[in-house]
């Protein structure tokens, strides 16, 4: 019998994740806020997932934090600003050599959780996977994408990316997962904060290449103080090539705030600019950006951090 997959986070990743590997066989658990979260859920009877518009439930087994239930595997898919204190009702349940994958954006939350769990096997993540709930319990696969998975401590990879393979969840093994996620980061930084100040699809953003491309040339300079040269090669032309293929798409950013949620702005630029003060580095335009979203945010009654 497989180990079971258990899911913290009932968002669009995590349950397309849920979905998937129990489509395959795999044994998954779901693990939902509290009592009331969980009585939602059972009354849907499962997870839907619809893929080319044909959809199915999964009658995927709910259970709250405090379940007895002891956990080998976890899928930590909430948001970054969650990720510790979810982790910290978890922790009683964790065996000494639990297997972390932490698939949050941007970066700083996944060190704070592998500070918080020295025993525990922490698997960084980073996906380009597309998807979106349309209801509770229920997602649209949106955008067929990849996973990178990797361990900074321990670059061997684990013999359960068996189940990857088999759930159809495309994947690889990377022993430069740093590289990605600083990859991302910067992307992140060049582009969803743009479209919630412009209240754009980022296909909006291409009447404002020029800002674009300064803070492609600041970000570039920070990757690169940073030791992670890699992820600034050709940082510029990636993005131009995002916003074009993303074009009608809105970042999750611009959805954050469109819905009143708080965004992950501490993850993505605030970690850049944090990162750009550790070394003394001036990046006057990504300072200033952040200063114009705090603003915007703080206007709109929503966290800042």
Partial sequence: MSTTWHILGAGSLGTLWATRLARAGVPVKLILRDAARLASYQSAKGLTLVEQGVEHTYPVIGETPDSPEPIHRLLVACKAYDAESAIAQLQHRLVPDAELILLQNGLGSQDAVAAQLPQARCIFASSTEGAFRDSEWRVVFAGHGYTWLGDVRHPTAPLWLEDLHAAGIPHEWSTEILTRLWRKLALNCAINPLTVLYQCRNGGLQVHQCEVATLCAELTELLECCGQPAAAEALHSEVERVIQATAANYSSMYQDVANAR????????????????????????????????????????????
């Fill in 262 to 305: 708080r965004t992950e702005i501490s993850y993505l630029l605030g970690y850049a600019c944090s990162a750009a003060a550790r070394h003394s580095l001036a990046l006057p335009h990504l300072q200033q950006l952040q200063a114009r979203l705090v603003d915007h945010l703080r206007a709109r009654g929503l966290a800042s951090d």
